[in-house]
């Protein structure tokens, strides 16, 4: 018996020291894979990839070893491509081999398990397909331009709110960035949502990702074991129940005004997607369930309203540090507009060449998305002779390839003029075969959606803005991307004092009727 135990625990032992040698062995670089920094054993590169600011470490890794970055997190191969040519031959030309999605352990089976394929950044192929097809009425064309007043609508209210409290103008920049997407998704204006509805979700979004940023959250997808470690050592295990109560509580009331009898302008998009699936002539590819409805709403808005917060706060720090770009967007908004007491309106934003350019400059000076939302493998790939198995992770160096000194004119500046002389920025006489104006809602299959929507609110609410203040510093400004701005998953500058100072003589009488006139329109919109 003692002896058939310890055979036992022998085999056990044995197992155990072969798996750990084989684990082992998976974290060295495989063969061919493209030059990167020294890796060491159980490890691969994890001890010099930063947790804060990753893009700064990798752009200079670009400038060692080349257009292809080949690393090593554990036992994961990991490829950042620094070439502006290899995304367009690659991720544009030959999408498809690069179009999966890494695996996210704790957001996927611990906050969001229903929406393990079809929430927003964790979309599978199939589903990826089948919501552009499903959002393209709504997020491109003609569908784009039904939302204009909707867009208008909101950022009168952004204005009038500045002019109320303008101290408080972080907290007035997360409502407006809410407010046409909840409206688009759902049908509803925020305040129907409960008074407390923008507060909780800008909360939950905040704790959503500190559970997907590489800073804060445990990397149990290089190291599966750290999932079996005890909920008392695992303060995740703790956030992510209540993360996800609060994501599907605000997810819910969503979902409970889309359900409502609308008689809107226009149709939310969940109720649309509701009608179709309670409808027998739709098509299997139209057809989703309330389940995925929800998980699909929720990753949309989400989308909208974290990268909209945080490029608007870029523009507007922008915008401060260089009241020379400010002048010359106002001056080209009162040309265009010429009233002293009516807000601009959508039907003149493509006669603002440079406010398009000041928004544009901002997306390529400091990118909210600098490495962009990783990509992974689905075969075998070669890429500059180099292999590149399957289920590699992919990120594109967009940092690098906006700031890239071959095709820009002195990159480090905020300069919109640029775009004034040519539509990507480029400097006279390079070459721009493939090239993009800006890389920040990334290429190819997996570009975002939503880009046309993100531009059209941003430039409304921008030209609305400068029509009626000058946006002043209160403090020193820090553009450093390194001391300046703080980043992981998204590009976020660190907290800068700015005011908003009237421009025009009886502001608040103007904005206020302006104010009137637009919350006139947002009910009939949403009827």
């Known amino acids: 018996m003692a002896l058939a135990l310890s055979l036992g625990l022998l085999s056990l032992a044995g197992l155990f020291v072969y798996h750990a040698v084989v684990w082992l062995l998976s974290t060295r670089r495989p063969p061919n894979f493209p030059p990167g920094p020294p890796s060491i054993l159980g490890l691969g590169n994890l001890h010099n990839f930063p947790r804060e600011n990753p893009f700064l470490t990798a752009a200079e890794w670009a400038k060692q070893y080349g257009p292809i970055t080949g690393l090593k997190f554990g036992p994961t191969n990991v490829i950042v491509i620094n070439d502006a040519n290899l995304v367009y031959e690659f991720i544009v030309k030959r999408g498809a081999i690069f179009s999966g999605r890494p695996k996210r352990h704790v957001a996927q089976e611990h906050v ?155 149709q939310p998009l969940a109720t649309k997607l509701l009608q179709r699936a309670a409808d027998p002539e739709t098509p299997p590819e139209g057809r989703f369930s309330e389940q995925e409805i929800t998980m699909l709403m929720g990753g949309t808005i989400d989308a909208a309203f974290d990268s909209s917060v945080v490029v608007f706060q870029i523009l507007m720090l922008a915008l401060a540090a260089h009241p020379e770009a400010q002048r010359a967007a106002q001056a080209e908004i009162d040309a265009v507009f010429g009233s002293e007491t009516e807000l601009p309106e959508r039907i003149d934003l493509d006669r603002l060449p440079y406010v398009n350019a000041c928004m544009t400059e901002s997306l390529r000076w400091r990118p909210v998305s600098t490495l962009g939302l990783p990509r ?111 980043s992981s998953v998204v590009l976020k500058p660190n907290p800068f004092g700015i005011k908003f100072v009237p421009r025009r003589p009886n502001l608040g009488a103007a904005v206020a009727e302006e104010k009137r006139k637009a919350d006139i329109l947002l009910r009939q919109i949403l009827a």
């Open 112 to 266: 969001l398990p229903e929406g393990r394929e079809m929430y927003g950044i964790f979309l599978s192929n199939d589903y990826s397909r089948r919501l552009r097809t499903i959002t393209k009425d709504f997020l491109v064309g003609s569908g784009l331009g039904q939302l204009a007043p909707m867009h208008q609508a909101s950022a009168t209210g952004l204005v009038y709110d500045l002019l109320q409290s303008g101290d408080r103008w972080r907290d007035h920049i997360v409502s407006w960035a809410v407010t046409a997407p909840v409206a688009m998704i759902s049908g509803a204006q925020v305040h129907d949502l409960g008074d407390s509805w923008v507060r909780d979700y800008n909360r939950v979004q905040h704790e959503f990702e500190d559970l997907l940023d590489p800073a804060t959250a445990p990397p149990i997808d290089i190291f599966p074991i750290l999932q079996w470690v005890p909920a008392m050592f695992a303060e995740w295990k703790r956030k992510a129940p209540a993360t996800r109560k609060a994501l599907l509580k605000s997810y819910g009331a969503l979902m409970a005004h889309a359900k409502k009898p609308h008689n809107n302008t226009i």
């Open 376 to 486: 992974e493998t689905v075969a075998d790939e070669q890429m500059l002779g180099y292999d590149i198995p399957k289920g590699t992770t992919v990120m594109i160096n967009m940092w690098l390839m906006n700031m890239d000194p071959d095709f820009y004119d002195e990159p480090d500046r905020f300069m919109p003029e640029r775009y004034m002389r040519d539509p990507v920025g480029a400097k006279a006489g390079v070459s721009q075969l493939g090239r993009k104006a800006v890389y920040t809602f990334g290429a190819g299959r997996r570009e975002c959606p939503g880009r046309d929507f993100v531009y059209q609110s941003m430039r409304m609410a921008m030209s609305q803005i400068l029509w009626a203040f000058d946006v002043v510093p209160t403090t020193k400004l820090d553009l450093s991307p390194s001391t300046g701005f703080t």
